[in-house]
């Protein structure tokens, strides 16, 4: 049984008092959960203040975005030592806003995804398509280059450290979810996916979360499917009630 994850991606919100408060509030809810995974991913500056409210609690600390380098020359990165001295445990890594708007491709996230399993950081990998490839029918063909290029020579015993987001680009910010038979059905896919890659094992352990205007209103449903393991959550995570409700419809 694959225990469920619900990750609030705050994205480029919050100072540090807004995000100390927000985690305050998350933490008022859900500090003993123990049922559900919660982890909150506010941005790096955030990160030391964030940590320090939840330190002690079952919550865990994720990153947005991670250097494929150790240290060294990389004027603007953010390497793995810096956030685990900040007691960071998940990064986010190929999220479709970095793809988009900074060129990220499947290559250099790769290397990401390699670089915090070998450093024990659990990545959150996210794969999925834009409204025009949906239109064309080409869903399955998208995710699966995403998830066979980000996830080259990861290897079968990594899967369970490993979680993979699946967020449809055309239902991020913009209000419209995927129903949850298209959510499913995408997640599906990309468990055949693994399992063609390493095997069933893995592929029945690996938690795949859906991503894209997840609610309170909408969370139960798309929660109950089969290979939806959790989501990754953007505009309701940034309020407390909303993203506590998102967790409590996962239990
Ligand atoms: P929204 O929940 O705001 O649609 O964002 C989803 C997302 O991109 C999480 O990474």
Not at 43 to 48: D, G, R, V
Not at 136 to 158: C, F, H, M, W, Y
Not at 176 to 190: G, S
Request: hydrophobic share 45%; net charge negative.
């Amino acid at each position: 049984m694959r225990k469920k994850i619900i990750a609030g991606n705050w994205k480029m919100n919050k100072t540090i008092g807004e995000a100390v408060e927000l985690a305050n509030g998350i933490k008022l809810d859900l500090a003993a959960c123990t049922e559900v995974d919660v982890v909150l991913c506010p941005p790096f500056t955030a990160l030391k203040s964030v940590s320090d409210v939840v330190s002690e609690t079952q919550i865990a600390v994720g990153a947005q975005n991670m250097s494929s380098e150790d240290e060294g020359a990389y004027t603007g990165e953010i390497c793995h030592t810096m956030l685990k001295e900040l007691f960071v445990r998940y990064v986010i890594l190929g999220h479709s806003e970095r793809r988009e708007y900074y060129k990220e491709n499947d290559f250099w996230i790769n290397k990401k995804v390699l670089k915090a399993l070998e450093k024990n950081l659990r990545p959150i990998l996210c794969v999925g398509e834009t409204l025009a490839q949906r239109e064309a029918n080409e869903t399955e063909k998208v995710v699966e280059v995403q998830i066979r290029e980000g996830l080259k020579d990861v290897p079968a015993s990594a899967y369970t450290e490993l979680v993979i987001a699946y967020e449809p680009v055309w239902a991020i910010g913009t209000g419209k979810t995927a129903t949850a038979e298209q959510a499913q059905e995408v997640h599906a896919f990309i468990r055949g996916v693994v399992k063609d890659m390493v095997g069933a094992e893995a592929a029945n352990a690996v938690r795949i979360q859906y991503g894209g205007s997840m609610k309170p209103a909408n969370a139960e449903e798309l929660l109950s499917q089969p290979d939806i393991d959790g989501g990754l959550i953007g505009g309701a995570a940034l309020d407390a009630t909303s993203f506590a409700a998102i967790v409590k419809a996962a239990l």
